[in-house]
């Protein structure tokens, strides 16, 4: 254990030109699903939160039982899609950075919009109302809100992105674990345990946790400034 | 702060989704041959004369055949030789060519509990450790070593069943980790092998019987049932591994002091 923690000291300090690349990998997989996951979910979010309409319940019964999708199985199923024998084969995504962020996109889309939604269901009704009296248009309320709920959505995006950053079956499914291209780092643990490499593996760990430390430190810190 | 963090998460999108999509030829093979090193020696001097990036997907060998027969990749590099055949017949690849061999060899524990040590035949010991009832690890995920091992139960004339057959789905390097934590017997690759000798306790029990070579053949996807594949490019690498050169680059590897693979493409 305390070896491998000495271990993920040498590799971060090293400067070993692979274990930068592919936490930058990592990074650059997770941030872009986050992102456009973010763009669907925050208005998805927004009407829940705020729109009474007859589907709601089961939207959201819907989105709250797709956050216990496993992540093989998101896998598996965008496999089938880009797969060349498969309907979206003509994209030619599949073992690209494309296809993992799909995949990504797929498994934080779910966690994030539940997450808003609970964040803004919790907002006082008042706001919006108010907002509109004194001549707010949609777009308006809609800015308002979430900068009010602005720590709740960052959580949200933080929930997203711990899914994402941590998870290895989509990242090996459509990723293929391609060094110098699609090796992220928990494929990269996968493999160096399969070798029987534990300690490094357990190094890589580390590194992993440091960086989502790192990222929450940012957004939380980011919040704080514009207070 | 916020900008610059914006710009950031855009510039992310963009280089990701504008990567490169040309000049890349995607490779199926297997665990042993990734693991081992070898490949990471082979690439780059293709890589630097050709141009073109090489993708390395390492999975077992009927998921690569899999891979290969969907149109996912351009060429595989894999070990059994019957299913090759059978993917080359089906048209699913064409122009196999012999690429290098090792051999398969069954390890075990040292104190021998079922008593195969120095048996002639796999088949045999893997019958006598069936007899006994002794833990035994298989891949069981249909990769090149699982094929070799169900023929051999078949030659052995039994399947095997019960809680001391224990079929766990991973690759090789974890499934003789497993085996080293058991106590257990398993069939593995000799290079898997050799590249973990010095973190395991287990030792070789079988070894040279002839039905134990482990040979690997590499495949083109046929172009003419999926266009799109880079024909060109798997040609030009079937070309560069066969060549003197390429089988020199083999027969020199070596991990601890020790061959792993030995060419065979000319001869």
Known sequence: MIDSLVQAGKLLFSGDREVYYITLTSLKFSLSSVTIAALFSLPLGFVLGFRKFRARKLVIAVLNTLMALPTVVVGLLVYSFLSRSGPLGGLGWLFRPQAVIVGQTILCFPIIASMVYSALSKIDLRLPETLITLGASQRQVFWMTLREARVAIISALLAGFGRVIGEVGVSMMLGGNIRWYTRTITTAIALETSKGEFELGLALGVILLVLAFLVNLTLHGMVRYER | ?267
Not at chain 2, 62 to 78: I, R, S, Y
Not at chain 2, 155 to 175: C, H, R
Not at chain 2, 261 to 266: G, S
């Open chain 2, 1 to 267: 702060m916020k900008k610059a963090i914006g710009i950031a998460l855009t510039l992310c999108l963009v280089t990701v989704l504008l990567s490169a999509e040309s000049g890349r030829l995607r490779l199926a093979t297997t665990t042993s041959t990734e693991n081992s090193g070898l490949l990471a020696e082979l690439i780059p001097p293709f890589e630097d004369r050709t141009g073109l990036k090489v993708d390395v997907i390492a999975v077992g060998t009927g998921k690569a055949l899999a891979l290969g027969e969907n149109g996912d990749v351009d060429l595989v590099l894999v070990h059994a030789r019957a299913s090759e055949d059978a993917f080359v017949a089906a048209g699913h690849g064409v122009n196999r060519r012999d690429v290098m061999h090792n051999d398969f060899i069954v390890l075990g524990p040292s104190r021998d509990p079922a008593g195969v040590r120095d048996m002639g035949s796999a088949a045999e010991a893997l019958k006598t450790i069936a007899d006994h009832r002794v833990s035994f690890v298989s891949r069981g995920d249909d990769s090149g070593t699982h094929k070799k091992e169900k023929s051999l139960w078949i030659q052995a004339g039994l399947s095997p069943n019960g809680k001391w057959y224990k079929e766990v789905g991973q690759a090789m390097g974890a499934v003789i980790t497993m085996s080293d934590d058991m106590q257990a017997y398993t069939l593995a690759d000799r290079g898997t092998y050799l590249s973990m000798k010095s973190k395991i306790a287990l030792q070789v029990m079988v070894e040279g019987d002839p039905e134990l070579f482990n040979p690997y053949g590499v495949i083109a996807v046929n172009p003419a049932k999926h266009p799109h594949v880079n024909y060109d490019g798997a040609m030009r690498f079937i070309a560069w591994i066969t060549s003197p050169e390429g089988q020199n680059m083999i027969g020199a590897f070596q991990t601890e002091g020790q061959v792993l693979f030995y060419p065979d493409a000319l001869k």
